[in-house]
């Protein structure tokens, strides 16, 4: 075969694959066997390693993955990919379509109702029918290149077909099927892995893999739902550019409702809602969008977001069950929590079997008794929750439920002696080495947010405890791969082993672990009082243990101990310390280092030859009357609005400077950073008498160029 034969051969067979790829995700309606599709593929595989030379980078055979990247490189939208307004109510959605009349000065607006789908943005650029790019949202201005794991998924066309316009910019979404993240979960949790909370991280997670051969074995999924730039081709509303891009090969987002008038818009929601659970993605909203470009321009954008299109977010999803019994969880600081046994119902698209009831107050407040029909929630990620009883239903035999009666005074999981604290209504397992306690405090130190070790999920670590190869969580380090190889996840009878290679990936993740710097070790050790964010401050104010078992900062600020919360923030602004390290959380680290259990930790990491180093060290000098040190330690900032930079970063900014940084305001807060359009948050501060600065004021504050705090009321 020439060169030339072999070049239009691959051609017409890669065109071909392309055709049949489409017609079984698009058309679900093949024309060919699979077997016939492998021989198709085997054939141009076959003839590209031939002629490597010759084949196309968008071949599809190369959908498989090539070689790990080393990292993304970010690219700049070229029309930023900006957010979307969300609507709570159906009184919202009301206002919103009486803004579009008004605005466009006409009664009836022509507008799509389509399922939002909750995956990942992203923007595929064709360029004379190729795929160049494929690249995150990111910030909305920048995104990351994924161009290596977007060509794994089936669904997005390598080529457009004939007649592909010069420059073409889709947008839509990458998503996990439902079926395809519940397949992936029970996989992850027999391998041991922790399940991902829902397809949308998931999804997330996979285009964050370096190695697109990873990302092939996770069956992604795409549909496009609007476009950024695109040159040579004209197109007047989304109806022509969806009919467009759907001739050229790419999948719309659908169902998609047209609707002319509120009452439309409204009909179209409420049948979404129905129909939304049988999509093959999660969704939690409608997206409503105005038709007709010219009009889309009329009504232009904000900074933020399009004022054309909204998102309605459909309420949390509650359904009734009948609660069968009580089970009592213990966790890592021995904390015994009930947990409502159901009987099976599905909400928002997953089966629910159990639900939180918090502890005995809110059972009591609640009056829950076993037998009863009970209202659960489940919004997103939440934990589903009991939310109230049906008491109509109440069977004569209901019972009422004691926990510490149903457990007998005693441990479920250790028979250890349990107590009440004063003032808390939670019951504890006191004793300290509670297997179960054990083991979900390894599941804390191995967790994503402290030492990231993979392969430690709950399974494994219950089975590490149960077998007596972990006593206390640092056991894990010492333990060989043979020995975790072996270990037994299932019974006697039905032994089910761990095996090499999960092994070896725990053993591996876990040297790596030792070099973890110090807020995670922190994080991770679960000290009382001690969460993510106080763990980083108090990485910040000290270098390593040593510092901080022996940190005279510390001392000095539990002596602080005055109950009074609200005066924290200004005890410790000479500190420049943010109020994530109060008292009580200085009293919580050093009483454990002064405790024997802190000695014995200590002298175990430096067996082990762990030394945890602070990643983000820079105490602040006291801030001293004109002192020149930053004006924002110790305070706290809440942002609103839009400002130059991203809001993350921004809040790195202060946070550097020894402020905090705060979600909503209220009289606590020292500075509301306002940029372009804060709405209610401005309002409020104004109400509260708040500073508002905006960002030259910001910029100033953290030069240390104001020295005082806004005067008090
Ligand atoms: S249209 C520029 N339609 O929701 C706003 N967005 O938009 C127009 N999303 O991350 C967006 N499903 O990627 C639109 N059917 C849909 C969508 C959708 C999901 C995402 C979008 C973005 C966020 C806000």
Redesign the pocket.
């Given at each position: 075969m020439t060169p030339e034969e072999a070049l239009a051969e691959m051609s017409r067979l890669a065109a071909e694959i392309e055709r049949h790829n489409r017609l079984y995700y698009e058309e679900a309606d093949p024309e060919i066997a699979d077997a016939e599709y492998d021989r198709l593929f085997r054939t141009l595989e076959e003839l590209e390693s031939g002629f490597p030379d010759l084949a196309r980078p968008n071949s599809p055979t190369r959908r498989v993955g090539g070689a790990p990247l080393k990292g993304f490189v970010q690219r700049a939208h070229p029309v930023p990919?900006?957010?979307?307004d969300d609507l709570f109510s159906e009184g919202e959605l009301a206002d919103f379509y009486a803004r579009l009349q008004r605005g466009l000065g006409r009664a009836e607006v022509a507008v799509t109702v389509?399922?939002?789908?909750?995956?990942?943005?992203?923007a595929l650029h064709y360029r004379d029918g190729e795929l160049e790019w494929a690249v995150t949202?990111g910030d909305g201005a920048v995104g990351d290149v994924i161009t290596e794991n977007v060509r794994t998924i089936r669904r997005v066309p390598l080529r457009l077909a004939e007649g592909a316009p010069s420059l073409l910019e889709v947008?839509?979404?990458i998503f996990l099927p439902k079926e395809t993240f519940a397949r992936l979960n029970r996989a992850r949790d027999e391998a041991g892995l922790p399940a991902f909370k829902n397809p949308r991280n998931a999804a997330a997670g996979t285009l964050k893999l370096l190695d697109s051969r990873e990302v092939a074995r996770r069956p992604l999924d795409f549909?496009a739902?609007?476009h950024g730039l695109i040159e040579g081709l004209v197109a007047a509303s989304s109806d022509e550019l969806a009919g467009e891009l759907a001739r050229l090969g790419l999948p719309w987002?659908g169902p998609v409702w047209r609707a002319g008038s509120f009452e439309e818009v409204l009909a179209a929601v409420r049948e979404l809602d129905v129909m939304r659970h049988s999509l093959p993605y999660e969704?939690d909203?409608a997206?409503v969008?105005v038709v007709d470009f010219a009009a889309r321009e009329a009504l232009g954008?904000t900074a933020r977001?399009?004022r054309w299109?909204a998102?309605f977010k459909y309420p949390p999803e509650q359904q009734e069950t009948v609660l069968r019994g009580i089970t009592v969880q213990v966790g890592r600081t021995g904390t015994l929590t009930p947990v409502a046994e159901l009987d099976p119902v599905l909400v928002s698209g997953s089966t629910v079997r159990r639900a939180t009831l918090h502890n005995q107050d809110e059972i009591d407040r609640q009056d829950v008794r076993i037998g009863d029909t009970v209202v659960i929630e489940k919004a997103g990620e939440i934990i589903p929750a009991v939310v109230r009883v049906v008491l109509e239903k109440r069977p004569a035999d209901a019972v009422r439920y004691d926990l510490h009666e149903a457990i007998g005074g005693r441990c479920p999981a250790c028979g250890g002696e349990v107590a009440r604290e004063a003032g808390f209504v939670a019951w504890k397992c006191r004793n300290p080495s509670c297997p179960a306690k054990t083991a979900n405090r390894l599941r804390q130190l191995v967790g994503r947010k402290a030492l990231d070790i993979e392969g430690v999920g709950s399974i494994v670590a219950e089975k590490l405890v149960e077998r007596g190869l972990v006593a206390d969580p640092l056991d894990l380090f010492s333990i060989e791969a043979d020995t975790l190889a072996v270990l037994n996840l299932g019974t006697e009878t039905e032994p089910r082993v761990l095996g090499a290679k999960n092994a070896a990936k725990i053993v591996e993740t876990a040297a790596r672990a030792r070099e973890m710097p110090l807020h995670r070790w922190l994080f991770g050790l679960g000290f009382p009082q001690v969460g993510e964010s106080a763990a980083k401050e108090l990485a910040r104010l000290h270098r390593n243990l040593d510092e901080l078992a022996d940190s005279a900062l510390l001392r000095e600020l539990r002596t602080f101990a005055t109950g009074q919360r609200k005066e924290d923030s200004e005890l410790l602004a000479p500190y420049g310390i943010a109020s994530e390290v109060g008292p009580a959380v200085a009293a919580s680290v050093t009483e454990f280092f002064e405790s024997d259990v802190g000695a014995v930790l200590r002298e175990r990491l430096r067996a082990l030859g762990v030394d945890p180093q602070s990643a983000n060290y820079a105490p602040l000098a006291p801030v001293d009357a004109g002192g020149g040190s930053s004006g924002a330690a110790g305070r706290t900032f809440v942002i609103t609005g839009t400002l130059s930079a991203p809001r993350e970063d921004i809040k790195e900014r202060i946070e550097a400077a020894g402020g905090k940084v705060s979600g909503s305001v209220s009289k606590k807060t020292d500075y509301l950073v306002a940029g372009e359009g804060g709405g209610s948050k401005l309002e409020k501060a104004n109400s509260l008498g708040v500073a508002v600065i905006d960002e030259a004021g910001l910029a100033e504050l953290l030069s240390g160029d104001i020295d005082s705090a806004p005067e008090e009321e």
């Open positions: 990919m900006l957010s979307i389509e399922p939002k789908i909750d995956g990942v943005a992203v949202r947008r839509g979404e549909l739902h609007g987002n969704t909203g997206v969008k954008t977001a399009p299109a998102a």
